[in-house]
């Protein structure tokens, strides 16, 4: 490699050195999104809008099969209606931006830009909702939210973010809480399988959970650091929201009932999630399922007859079946394309050059493992498809390993603070159950707790941080 | 039918009384979509929200066939960006709205809500663009955007909308003219093949050209009072925001060089030019293409044994093969639901009866001819095909028929006034090029111009306004 190859992979920070970093590094490098002038907001290139498409049709296939229908409710919320529900607003309305001239004219009631969406889409249940025979109602929407945080991060923590909210509304408390955990096990299959990355569900403590939920269920990940990282919620929100807004209806008994409601969400963060949960000292790392270009097809001397032809042709059979690329750039030797498709993640590289084609083979070069895999030509479309999926599925071996090794007991705060220290990851500990306990050891150790999981373990019956009698585990972790 | 019955059709504004009454009923009564507590915006319903979908998805394929990638660019744009170019400003800022506080403070710097995203991409582009070999970017994003429309109509002229913009930039002149008719093509594909409504191609006078641009193309369509709707624009725009925005690159020559630009959208509206194209008395009339239902069974004697099993098992035939609702509800009658299921505008209806099943067969029922058909149990799944493309055919026939008849020719203002009178319509007419003659029209007539047509036809060579010297033939036409 010339000494411009290795600048090339220089200028990624060392990953165990500064992760922060290293991360704005992968986002910026591997193209995935942009700063702009408009602060604490992010363009996402193409190249990390692909990913998002590939979630949307992932996810909105999965939402179609149980029944979900997407709708559009408007960007702008009324001041009034965003106060109807108390620890909503407040929970809110500390970081919304709003709309306050317009056409010209101040306007007589200032409007927010959603930074979630129950307040407008309820006075659109209110008005729609008649008779028990209307429900349920299961609506989704994609789109755009705005939330006015202080620290900003591309995808992690981004002013403005693209997301999907599901908002549902069931004549019993029984069938929406159902449906809560229908759309935490879609998130949970999204994230698993098409993103290669475990997660633990779990229920979250009162003061984690969504401002004006009665119960907030979440999926939780671990990043390449062994922080946690929020990945998407379900929230169950019994008649908080449907008695303040009056979605009233006729019951089957011919009086007047509120429903019982849902929403839910994941958002381009799971981006983020992808990058943290698989990249390495050489970049992206994507799973197959989910990258843009499975694979790319880099021709070894372009020059000598015959290559560039045959290169073309093999990427002409591959792409009816994969998402393909070929590198057929002459300013760039072989070497650099193979840093750089490396760094923005691509599971598989083929090598083809003179020689190869002589042997009637090309070289099929693994991103995860960096593996080398003769393979002749008349197999490749076959061989490829069993070489991804391995990958796919190695990734998320990896992933778990990681979270199995980092995720450690402790009986008492001491074990607890070693624990982190040793291990960053997360926390298996006994709760008592006080919202003072939490935040005491939120405060000595910056962890949170991430929730109560649904597979839960009896270590001892002391709290972690008080020892007064303790029935549930917490896992707890430093988040992203 | 019942009274009830015949309550609910008398519902619907008859159409030829007052169109625009009529437009909102159908609006509202087939689902569509529905006023909000946001003044000027509207909720898409899951009905209406189905068909952008169907607008979406035909149409991103084909940007993707001609090499378009999806991204994303912030909703916010700083005022300052905003005035960077001045027709552009002077064209948007009346028109926006404005976020002056967020995250509990006075902003320094005011944002708005993006009209259009040309500046904030610019800023993009100019940061992202090299060398001539990165050229070109063919960028598109599929977003809501916003103008502070003071008179709002449901998906014609709504505060808020839904569209996609693209927007890219080539080495060559020729290039971005040839990026600016290629997406023209697809809007007019879409428009005619997808939505049945034939268009008219052309190219936007200067007074009717988008603010900042060289050169607008639209492609118009006809509605069914005669009115015209622009249904897609494709601008070129020369160097007018590469060089203010300083997007640069170093030729292939070595030397620095602005890039030629284009932008391009359809939006939301193109549903009301749907309904406004195809409607009639019994309310919408959907194309099959685009239909988020193609066809509803609607078992009769639902009670009688064997029936509802029998529909049910026909259903599941066609579903796999067609988007498919069967109405099992039994709070209303089979005539109650024909009325229903015409006014939401599902191109074919399948009745089966007990009768039906004794003798093997089906009932279909074209929605725009009411032709009713039997046909053998067995042969309904071929058969409903060729019905779907038949009505597909005559509904776009029945539109491009119309358009035919109400364009007339005129030589001079009185035949102009009188054409406009007898046939709302289109008019052809010579202009001399002049914008006080095109503004004068406009006065005495509501008609502007639509476009100088890429069909030219050469009716005489004298303005029909002024009477001068005219080499170009212009439609008119008054427009939603």
Redesign the interface.
């Known amino acids: 490699m010339s000494g411009k190859e290795n600048n090339f992979v220089k200028d990624i920070t060392n990953i165990d050195e500064d992760f922060a970093k290293w991360y704005t590094d992968i986002v910026i490098k591997a193209e995935l999104a942009?700063y702009?002038?408009?602060k604490g907001?992010?363009?996402?290139?193409?190249y990390g809008?692909?990913i998002?498409?590939n979630i949307q049709n992932y996810t909105d296939k999965k939402f179609k099969e149980v029944g979900v229908?997407?709708?559009?409710?408007?960007?702008?919320?009324?001041e009034s209606?965003l106060e109807k529900e108390k620890e909503h607003v407040e929970g809110f309305a500390?970081?919304?931006?709003?709309?306050?001239?317009?056409?010209?004219q101040k306007l007589e009631e200032?409007?927010c830009?959603r930074p979630t969406s129950e307040t407008?889409i309820c006075?659109?249940y209110s008005?729609?909702l008649n008779s028990w025979?209307d429900l349920p109602f299961v609506?989704n929407q994609w789109?755009?939210v705005?939330r006015?945080e202080?620290e900003t991060r591309p995808f992690l923590r981004s002013r403005?973010f693209?997301w999907q909210e599901g908002h549902t509304i069931h004549e019993t408390e029984e069938e929406a809480k159902r449906r809560t955990m229908q759309m935490l096990d879609i998130y949970a299959d999204v994230i698993e399988n098409l993103l290669a990355i475990p997660v633990i569900k779990g229920l979250k403590t009162e003061s984690e959970k969504f401002a004006g939920a009665e119960e907030t269920y979440t999926v939780e990940t671990m990043m390449h650091d062994g922080r946690a990282l929020q990945a998407g919620t379900s929230h169950y929100f019994a008649q908080n929201f449907t008695i303040p807004f009056e979605i009233k209806y006729q019951n089957r008994e011919g009086k007047e009932d509120y429903p019982y409601q849902t929403s839910w969400g994941i958002s381009t963060r799971l981006i983020g999630g992808i990058i943290m949960a698989h990249g390495d000292n050489r970049g992206l790392k994507l799973p197959p399922k989910v990258a843009p270009i499975q694979t790319v097809i880099i021709p070894i001397a372009m020059h000598k007859e015959g290559v560039k032809e045959k290169a073309l042709e093999i990427f002409n059979i591959l792409n009816k079946k994969y998402r393909m690329e070929i590198d057929l750039?002459e300013?760039y030797s072989p070497g650099y394309k193979f840093n750089d498709w490396e760094m923005r993640g691509v599971p598989v590289r083929i090598e083809i050059g003179p020689k190869d084609i002589e042997q009637g083979k090309i070289v099929l070069v693994r991103r995860d493992t960096s593996e080398k895999i003769d393979v002749k030509i008349e197999e490749i479309e076959e061989k490829l498809h069993s070489v991804l999926d391995k990958i796919q599925e190695n990734m998320y071996n990896i992933c778990k390993e990681r979270m199995i090794q980092k995720t450690t007991i402790a009986h008492n705060m001491q074990e607890f603070e070693e624990n982190l220290k040793e291990n960053q990851g997360f926390i298996k500990a006994m709760w008592c159950g006080s919202e003072k306990c939490e935040e005491k050891i939120h405060e000595k150790t910056g962890a949170k707790s991430r929730c109560i999981p649904f597979k839960e373990e009896n270590i001892d019956n002391k709290c972690v941080f008080c020892g007064k009698y303790a029935d549930k585990m917490v896992i707890w972790g430093r988040q992203y």
Chains 1, 2 share one sequence.
Do not use: H, S
């Open positions: 942009d702009t002038d408009t907001c992010i363009a996402i290139k193409p809008y692909a998002w498409e229908k997407n709708a559009y409710f408007p960007v702008l919320i009324p209606l500390p970081e919304v931006a709003w709309v306050t001239e317009a056409g010209g200032k409007l830009i407008i006075t659109m008005k729609w025979r609506y789109c755009n705005l006015w202080k403005e693209l750039r300013q």
